[in-house]
């Protein structure tokens, strides 16, 4: 229970709601048990039990309630009798009817108003996993596993809509049904009601042990979800490869084991579900049994007690039994809700590392340059950058070179903070970049990253997501810019063009160009360049380039080039090799050293 506590803090803004399906419920509970009263006035009229009364009764007070409704009905009857028998009977059907109308009248209301929180904790919850999945720093997703968190934020959630109910079921609706239907058989009979007390908790214990280990089985069941989905998840985005690797029995076998644990593991935790209803009605009816026996020993031998009170009797005590079957089922729902909780917190109190300082300042622009001081990095275990220290003067253009695996990206990644330095700082105008709101600073940094991110949605809409507020005219004039324009007119519905998931309905070089086009609409004074040109033939490779040359103009720009040829005119190349530099300067320089990139500029020479 103790994680689906915390979920309630969901519920707080629908509890006006909560109130009115208590209310309701009490009043369905309190209908239920007057229906079922109800029959007694209806046998009485049957067996012709009811004595002439000619006069009203008297009301002395609660304790003698029993006496007053059964001498009041006598009354009620006498009267209506007068006008015929019948008269009397459609009259007691009616009160049922009457009775259970109401009975369910406040049975929907209560669950109409409970379909509001329900939802609304849904919604509210999806809602905070989404904004706390979106705001956790990038290396969480390194470890973690997309299709987990997408069961998390799909099913778990569902899981714990469901427990909702069942938890409002389980404190309000049937333990007032069973309270006020024991408070009736207690003033039709105390002595028969005394075996409902002893054996009831009983059952109760009974039931309890059960469900024992359903937290745990549940949680298996999501976590498998997870798994499957993430296989899903794996296997759509990479449909490509599996394809041309003829690799689909590989990962349909991964797939198919995955939902055969699912289907082992919701087996165990349905059939032990299903064992909840069941077992609570047979208990029941071995209570009743006893009630039976010992009742119909009262009226057919000490003759205590009338057959019409006992049958009565008997039909609230087996009303009691859809009250503890719902609740015995409705605790399952809770343990299992509880699982699902305790998954979809995980994701909400989960830190984030990269966090914003409490004093953090804002800044509006760039003026003199980006200072490395002695930063080492390692993702987990493996120190990817080693005290490294650099200076970017505003305005210069600086070529990140070296071998694949060298810290290239790492290096670029560090400077918008989406990775944070195990030492050293990273400054801005001489500002440590971690005192800085990481709004301004990303404000400041356009990106284009070595394989484009694009969206499945209009070209249109995905250039402008470099500045949500540009005019149509300075999207066409970044699309321009970055050699875009031509290919974009040529699609078949121009700007407004879907481009498919990832953008898959383009080609590479025109996926790097709608990317360098969004970063030419945001206009940022720091450029970042994960240049990937080496998978584009020379006719692309010449436009992109093209385009990336017109985006570093008068700005300062990282570059991270695997053609050395892009980057010749570099004011500075840094030679990079397991994390640290080697040699920096300009191209010329660099040459003459003979060293590092020397050797790199000749391999691809001779490759060339
Ligand atoms: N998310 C990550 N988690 C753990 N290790 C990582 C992660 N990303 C990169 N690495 C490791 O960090 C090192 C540097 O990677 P990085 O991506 O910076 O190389 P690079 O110089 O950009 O290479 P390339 O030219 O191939 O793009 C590599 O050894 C890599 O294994
Ligand atoms: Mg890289």
Redesign the pocket.
């Given at each position: 229970m103790e994680y689906f506590k915390k979920i309630l803090v969901f519920a707080k803004p629908y509890k006006a709601y909560a109130l009115l399906n208590v209310i309701a419920n009490v009043f369905y509970a309190l209908f239920g048990t007057l229906a079922m009263i109800s029959l007694f006035p209806m046998l009485s009229v049957l067996f012709k039990q009811t004595a002439p009364l000619e006069q009203a009764p008297i009301w002395e007070g609660v304790s003698e309630i029993k006496t007053y409704v059964e001498a009041y009905l006598n009354y009620f009857v006498t009267q209506q009798s007068a006008q015929g028998e019948g008269r009397a009977l459609i009259f007691m059907v009616g009160l049922i009817i009457g009775m259970f109308f109401l009975k369910n009248l406040f049975g929907y209301l209560a669950m109409y108003f409970i379909t509001f929180l329900r939802n609304g904790v849904l919604k509210d919850l999806r809602n905070a996993l989404y904004d706390k999945s979106i705001s956790l720093p990038?290396?969480y997703y390194?470890?973690k596993r997309k299709g987990d968190s997408l069961a998390r934020i799909t099913s778990d959630v569902l899981e714990i809509q469901h427990s909702f109910l069942s938890i409002l079921e389980l404190v309000v609706r049937e333990p007032l049904t069973i309270l006020f239907t024991i408070t009736a058989m207690l003033v039709l009979s105390p002595k028969l009601t005394a075996f409902v007390f002893i054996f009831l908790p009983l059952a109760g214990f009974l039931i309890s042990l059960l469900g024992k280990s359903l937290k745990r089985q549940s949680d298996a069941v999501q976590k498998e979800q997870g798994q499957f989905l993430s296989i899903l998840e794996e296997s759509l985005g990479g449909l490509k490869i599996i394809k041309g690797f003829n690799a689909e029995s590989v990962f349909g076998q991964k797939f198919k084991d995955s939902t055969q644990r699912f289907f082992d593991f919701s087996n165990k935790l349905l059939n032990r579900q299903n064992l909840a209803s069941p077992s609570s009605e047979f208990l029941g009816i071995a209570v009743i049994g006893i009630l039976l026996w010992y009742g119909g020993q009262m009226v057919l031998v000490e003759q205590s007690l009338k057959p019409e009170l006992f049958i009565t009797y008997m039909s609230l005590a087996y009303q009691i039994l859809t009250p503890a079957k719902a609740m015995s089922k409705a605790s399952y729902g809770v343990k299992k809700g509880n699982a699902a909780a305790e998954r979809v917190l995980e994701i909400l109190e989960t830190k984030n590392n990269i966090p914003e300082a409490k004093n953090a300042i804002d800044i509006q622009d760039f003026s003199q340059s980006i200072n490395f001081k002695n930063v080492s990095f390692k993702?987990?275990d493996?120190d990817?950058?080693k005290n490294l220290s650099l200076h970017i003067e505003k305005g210069k253009t600086v070529a990140?070179v070296?071998?694949?695996?060298?810290?290239?990206?790492?290096?670029?990644?560090l400077i918008s903070r989406f990775?944070e330095v195990s030492e050293g700082a990273v400054e801005i105008d001489q500002t440590d970049i971690r005192e800085i709101k990481q709004r301004s600073l990303r404000q400041l940094m356009g990106l284009v990253s070595?394989d484009p991110i694009l969206f499945n949605d209009s070209i249109y809409n995905n250039i402008a997501l470099g500045d949500p507020m540009a005019p149509e005219t300075a999207i066409v004039e970044a699309a321009k810019i970055a050699n875009a324009h031509e290919f974009i007119l040529q699609q078949p519905q121009g700007y407004q063009t879907h481009i498919g998931d990832g953008g898959n309905k383009l080609s590479g070089g025109q996926k790097q160009r709608l990317a360098i086009a969004r970063a030419i609409l945001k206009n940022p004074p720091i450029m970042i360049l994960?240049e990937a040109t080496s998978a584009l033939d020379t006719e692309s490779e010449k436009l992109v380039q093209d385009a990336l040359e017109k985006l570093m103009k008068n700005r300062t720009s990282v570059i991270?080039a695997?053609r050395l040829s892009t980057i010749q005119h570099a004011d500075l190349i840094v030679v990079?090799k397991d994390?640290q530099i080697v040699e920096q300067g300009s191209h010329q320089e660099l040459l003459k050293l003979k060293g590092n990139y020397h050797n790199l500029v000749h391999l691809q020479d001779l490759n060339s």
């Open positions: 990038l290396s390194s470890e993702y987990q493996q990817v950058i990140l070296g071998q694949s695996g060298s810290g290239k990206s790492t290096l670029a990644n990775y070595q994960d991270i695997h990079l994390g």
